[in-house]
């Protein structure tokens, strides 16, 4: 770093280059020839220069000029107009100054069909902008997608220089950000550009859990081009300007008759709002790019790497009076999480993810004492703070980045239990409120969790309870842990057992947790009612030893190893395609195999079944699987 | 890293000795009371309040040994005024009229509790003579005046007649019921124009009008006797001369039950807002010793009239010739008593109980002095931008007292967390700072507003501080008017100079760069930043701080002037709100960079609001006048809301169809919640 920057200044000092973006190149030719000695620099002004040199040196400084405005003055004009910022004044916001360094800026599409290989339908770097740079003093790599050359169409080349970035970004373990700003693929160059495409959701794939990726979409991002976005970590879009779809308005018209407005379809308040692509969406590209800048400061480089550690002014024993009054009497009663959390953090700061999907669930980071966490947590504001598909989901996606990068994870729940009903069961709830589940005890990372008002049933279980590993789990003095409400308990053992019944499921968490569950409450509802009471304060302040829950892992084992190595194989396999949901710590690992047994399998197909293979795979969307295997 | 955590242990611990050093110190300038632990008083007493004043009646409770029992609603169980007292009931749901009003509830909470006496406070039960009969029947002592001292002054026609009786200048008016129009155009000409009309039973505002000539009468007799009938169910009006520049100036008297009687001295009230005060101060700039002492005598005076105990205010109207005329008593604790305790050193809930429970006073009318001078500033829960503040409701998501300063006293019922509801009163303290000279008191109260945290609620210290540094409040020149006279288009917040300007812009572009540079990865060390040298408009001005971003306060030093700020918002984009002279200002603060590129950013478009109605403020709808398909004409009303016991009618902003409604008579609203939308 030192380094780094002794070389800069001097190459500042001795050459003076203007140029407001300085490449890599420059640097180090700055710093090479102040090593060669300057002397030679003098000598060399009173040689006589050849033609050919002069005009290398003129044909650089045109071809920098030239890659220096893209698409050319019109089209950044129009880009303007759009209220969009152009590729390369996107990486000089996002950037601290003079910090970036291009690479591949002179990189030239290949396409010699339809006209392509004249001379003015080649741009200098084509329609994408790489390299590397640093947010705050930390590196990171970036692309940004240059709508003025062929709308940011992506070519063979285009796709090259976002894989190359992304395979240092890899190596080194720096984070990728795109600007995604692309009109989709470059039909000149047919199928080189899907190949594109794909290269560049392997990489996407393999970098997952390993390195940071966000991406900021502030442009179109249409049909195939879509699923970069969505394998990266964190997707957030610009307002009005920005618009995520597989198909346009045009192809869904004449496909299913829909009349739908490009907004309505997959606009940012769409995405962040009913299909939960986008994480965020801001008001304008420097409102996002500015915010993505603070964004930036909660996440490690990589997975090797701790999460930036700020000086906290906040102080760690700071007293928060309003955490006495926050949960209120009433059970039924509404207040918001997010008191809590904003009276917890540092400065009351919480960055939150998705604050407008699946809203019964919060997750976000903030920091405390100056290092970053990643906080869940039921909102009692929206639908009581129940879980549902939807916000299992959000939560098990936040819970396994935060596993991926070493974040520890902050939960504080509310939870009636999972929203019973037909749309949420045919919406396979099960599976979606299993991989909430899976998250949360697969995490490795210290895991506190805080019950603030009730924790009923499967959804107590699954939020982060002790059992799933938790390293620390404190409850409100006032905390309820039961199986359900005690409204329900006074009903007769028959209706119990029926309403237990539609609990569960309603509630999701498979047979084995009920036959606990009802021996549990058979039990205790031997007792009067003040024992009843009393013992399930007991449990809250014990935070629950959950004797019950070991004893069905234990018995699932036992079950599963009574079979033949082949069955239980197959079991297992079974389990891996059901969308592995079960509790079943093993079966992960086998998880892995499977996956490259099947890609062993893939490698024997044709390139071209490979490659269909490839995307069928991509669309399944990437429900955390992947991230993990690299991860582990 | 040892060193910066150790400043930041020294710190914390610098805070914690603040607060205890200074609540000694707030407590020894109030009061020169003697509490004597061997007269005894009483075991244990119910406060039949809330908020504030039940916590300040505890407060001199547990100074005088006494046991308290606080009644609270289903909503304020973990209030503040709960948690102090050594017992609390539940008296009942969160309406007032089933629980702080609920005799029942309160007498068997007496019951249940062994209170040997209740004191009401003020407002609630305070002057309702039903209430302290009950309590007599029980042989339960009610801190306060005796039942016909609450009778004979709660009725305006009765207490006037009585003042007149015992020769207290009263408003040249009629001395009785009005009985018809042609009688109240015959009684406006003899007392001469301009003349009130009001209501006998009606206070706050209501059933009031001025008349100038004959129509006027005519008119504001049928109008006063309808809202008088609907608002009090008693239509009975008197007419009285109308006071111009009045100011309301009332005496605070301090009687026991062996017929004597204080005057201690006056509290200036001028200032309010739809007649409820907003700014006190005692003693008032306009009174001379005479005034003062005829003021005083008289409502001793009256006082001694009705066999007066316990404490109590005569309000009196004074004119621009020093002219008063009583206006009506008080028979409780008033809501701006403390500054009367500041400059006489008296605590007025002590001498309360003293008298009911039949000690005699202990001191003489020449023991009273006026030591200082001292402001309350009432601190509300509302917006100072609609009509000087409706009222708003909220969590208190932070707060902090300006306690830690000399010489301030800080009156609440509330902490960080509570909730400010639409059933009770949106005030959330009494501010009063204390002074040797009235300038000393206003610049303390100037420096208490701004080191006011107060977040997640709009409040009015905008207002207040706007007030408090008026010219013409601070010159004196006061009268009831001075709001409306003062900022006719309605408040606007502080008008900023070319030199507050500069200041406001310099500390927010400090405050980014301050913020920028502690997100560089390696600035780890707690450094002091040098002052800040900020152009604005070719003007250098230099800032500095100590940039606590965790901190509510942003103490700074701006061109070697200290001043405090507080930083309410701050967002990666560069928007910062900060409050600067009691006001908030919007600030974007943006790198030449992106100053540059913002130029391409499109402006959205807002939403377009002739079209739709939201409710401006939390309440509870009356009633709808419109359903969907109606034409509404502009202005006409669409529907009414009720907050804080006040009816607002909600009107078409144009003329159109109504598309939807999504609201219901009896629903509560928030604010900002959709009600109507127009085609």
């Known amino acids: ?632 | 890293m040892i060193t910066s955590t150790l400043r930041r242990v020294l710190l914390v611990a610098k805070h914690a000795s603040f607060q205890s050093r200074c609540c000694v110190a707030s407590s020894r300038v109030q009061y020169s009371t003697v509490y004597d632990s061997n007269e005894k008083t009483f075991d244990k007493i119910l406060i039949a309040n809330r908020g504030e004043i039940a916590c300040r009646v505890m407060k001199t409770c547990k100074k005088m040994g006494i046991k308290t029992v606080a009644v609270h609603s289903d909503v304020d169980a973990s209030a503040v005024h709960v948690k102090m007292a050594d017992e609390a009931v539940c008296v009942g749901p969160a309406p007032t009229n089933k629980s702080y009003l609920n005799m029942d509830a309160i007498m068997d909470a007496i019951r249940k509790t062994g209170s040997q006496a209740v004191h009401p406070g003020y407002g609630f039960l305070s002057e309702n003579k039903e209430f302290a009969k009950r309590l007599a029947a029980e042989d339960v002592v009610f801190i306060g005046p005796d039942t016909h001292a609450i009778h004979a002054m709660g009725d305006k026609i009765e207490s006037k007649l009585l003042a007149k009786a015992a020769n207290v200048n009263v408003i040249p008016g009629f001395d009785g019921v009005v009985e018809n129009v042609e009688d109240a155009v015959k009684i406006a000409g003899d007392i001469g124009y301009p003349v009130m009309i009001k209501a006998s039973a009606g206070g706050g505002g209501k059933g009031m009008r001025i008349a100038w000539n004959d129509d006027e009468t005519r008119e504001g007799f049928r109008l006063s006797s309808q809202e008088a009938a609907s608002s009090f169910g008693d239509d009975r009006l008197l007419i009285e001369k109308f006071v111009d520049n009045p100011r309301h100036i009332e005496i605070q008297v301090l009687a026991d039950k062996h017929g004597n009687a204080l005057w201690l001295n006056e509290r200036e009230c001028s200032i309010q807002r739809r007649n409820q005060k907003v700014v006190e101060e005692a003693p008032s700039t306009f009174l001379d010793p005479e005034t003062r002492r005829a003021m005083g005598e008289q409502a001793v005076q009256l006082a001694k009239a009705v066999h007066y105990s316990s404490a109590g205010t005569v309000e009196f109207l004074v004119d621009s010739n020093k002219n008063f005329y009583f206006l009506e008593m008080n028979t409780r604790l008033q809501v701006e008593h403390p500054i009367t305790e500041c400059i006489t050193g008296l605590d007025l809930v002590q001498q309360m109980i003293r008298v009911a429970k039949g000690f005699p006073l202990l001191h003489k009318q020449e023991d009273i002095p006026i030591n200082g001078w001292a402001i309350e500033s009432r601190v509300y829960a509302e917006d100072p931008y609609k009509s000087f503040g409706l009222p708003s409701i909220g969590r208190l998501s932070q707060y902090q007292e300006p306690i830690n300063l000399p010489k301030v006293r800080v009156d609440s019922g509330i902490q960080e967390g509570s909730d400010i509801s639409i059933y009770y009163d949106p005030m959330i303290s009494k501010l009063v700072t204390y002074g040797a000279t009235r300038a000393e008191a206003l610049q303390r109260m100037e420096a208490a507003l701004d080191n006011y945290v107060i977040r997640g609620v709009t409040h009015n210290i905008p207002l207040l501080r706007e007030i408090i540094t008026h010219p013409r409040f601070i010159s004196g020149d006061i009268t009831t008017n001075f709001l409306p006279e003062e900022y006719p288009e309605g408040f606007k917040g502080h008008q900023l100079t070319s030199e507050g300007r500069r200041e406001l812009v310099a500390t927010a572009a400090a405050l980014y760069v301050s913020n920028w540079c502690w997100n560089i990865e390696c600035s780890n060390e707690m450094t002091l930043w040098p002052p800040w040298q900020v152009e604005v408009d070719g003007v250098t001005v230099e800032v500095s701080g100590e940039w606590n971003l965790a901190s509510a306060l942003l103490p700074v030093t701006i061109n070697r002037t200290p001043r405090v700020l507080q930083c309410l918002s701050r967002d990666a984009g560069g928007d910062i709100t900060l409050q600067y002279l009691g006001t908030q200002f919007k600030v974007r603060v943006l790198s030449q960079l992106v100053s540059t590129l913002s130029a391409h950013m499109p402006e959205k478009v807002p939403e377009d609001t002739s079209s739709i109605l939201r409710s401006p403020m939390p309440g509870s709808v009356v009633a709808v006048s419109v359903k969907p398909g109606d034409v509404v004409a502009e202005g006409q009303e669409i529907c009414v809301i009720e907050a804080m016991k006040m009816q607002n009618s909600l009107i078409a902003a144009k003329a159109a169809k109504v598309k939807s409604v999504h609201c219901k008579a009896g629903e509560t609203v928030g604010e900002g919640d959709l009600l109507v939308q127009l085609e």
């Open chain 1, 1 to 632: 770093m030192a380094a780094f920057a002794v070389a800069r200044s001097r190459c500042v000092l001795l050459s003076g280059l203007k140029a407001s973006f300085k490449t890599f190149g420059q640097v180090k030719h700055g710093a090479a020839s102040a090593a060669v000695a300057q002397s030679e620099l003098q000598q060399q002004s009173r040689r006589w220069y050849s033609v050919s040199h002069l005009s290398v040196q003129e044909r650089i400084d045109r071809k920098r000029n030239a890659a220096l405005i893209g698409g050319g003055q019109k089209r950044i004009d129009a880009q303007h107009k759009r209220g969009k910022l152009t590729a390369r004044e996107r990486v000089e916001l996002l950037l601290d100054k003079d910090s970036f360094v291009e690479c591949d800026m002179f990189v030239e599409h290949r396409c010699s069909d339809f006209g392509m290989e004249e001379d003015h339908n080649k741009f200098a770097g084509d329609s994408v902008v790489t390299g590397q740079g640093r947010i705050n003093g930390r590196l990171v790599y970036v692309f940004s997608q240059d709508f003025t050359v062929f709308g940011g169409s992506l070519s063979g080349a285009h796709a090259q220089k976002i894989c190359k970035i992304m395979d240092q970004a890899m190596m080194v373990g720096a984070p990728v950000i795109g600007l995604n700003d692309s009109g989709g693929a470059r039909i000149q160059e047919g199928v080189e550009s899907l190949a594109g495409y794909a290269d560049i959701f392997l990489r996407n794939v393999m970098a997952s859990g390993v390195v940071p990726q966000i991406s900021l979409i502030m442009g179109p991002c249409a049909g195939g081009a879509v699923y970069s976005p969505a394998l990266t970590d964190f997707t957030f879009m610009v307002k009005d300007t920005s618009y995520l779809f597989i198909t346009g308005p045009d192809v869904v018209k004449s496909v299913t008759n829909e009349d739908v407005t490009q907004e309505e379809l997959g606009g940012a308040k769409t995405h962040t709002a009913v299909s939960g692509v986008a994480h965020r969406a801001f008001e304008n590209d420097i409102d996002a790019l500015l915010n993505l800048r603070n964004f930036f400061n909660f996440l490690p480089l990589s997975n090797q790497d701790p999460a930036p550690v700020t000086e906290c002014h906040d102080p760690s024993d700071r007293l928060v009076p309003g955490l006495d009054t926050i949960v209120p009497f009433e059970t039924t009663k509404a207040y918001d999480m997010l008191d809590i959390i904003q009276g917890i953090t540092d400065e009351r700061e919480f960055f939150e993810i998705m604050p407008n999907y699946a809203k019964n669930i919060v997750v976000g980071f903030a920091r405390m004492n100056g290092r970053t966490v990643g906080i869940v947590g039921n909102q009692p504001k929206v639908a009581s703070g129940c879980l549902d598909i939807n916000s299992s989901v959000k939560g098990a996606r936040f819970v396994r980045f935060c596993d991926a990068f070493n974040i520890p994870i902050l939960t504080f729940v509310d939870v009636p239990g999972f929203l019973p009903g037909t749309s949420q069961e045919y919406g396979g709830i099960i599976r979606h409120g299993a991989k909430l589940l899976f998250a949360f005890a697969e995490a490795t990372v210290p895991k506190i969790t805080i019950i603030t008002r009730k924790a009923y049933g499967g959804a107590y279980d699954v939020m982060s309870s002790k059992h799933l590993r938790g390293d620390v789990n404190y409850a409100w003095p006032s905390a309820e842990v039961a199986v359900m409400g005690a409204k329900v308990t006074q009903h007769t053992p028959e209706r119990r057992c029926e309403l237990r019944l539609a609990v569960c499921r309603g509630g999701r968490d498979g047979s084995q947790g009920n036959t606990t569950h009802l021996l549990h409450k058979t039990k205790v509802t031997q007792h009067p009612p003040e024992r009843r009471c009393e013992l399930r304060l007991a449990v809250c302040r014990g935070g629950c030893d959950g004797s019950q829950g070991n004893t069905t892992h234990l018995l699932h084992k036992t079950k599963v190893t009574q079979h033949t190595p082949e069955r239980r194989c197959e079991l297992r396999l079974a389990v891996c395609r059901g969308g592995r949901d079960g509790s079943q710590g093993n079966t992960t690992h086998l998880l892995h195999k499977t996956h490259l047994l099947h890609k062993t399998k893939v490698t024997q197909h044709t390139p071209e079944r490979r490659c269909e293979l490839r995307l069928a795979v991509c669309r399944g969307g990437r429900d955390g699987s992947q991230g993990n295997t690299t991860h582990t």
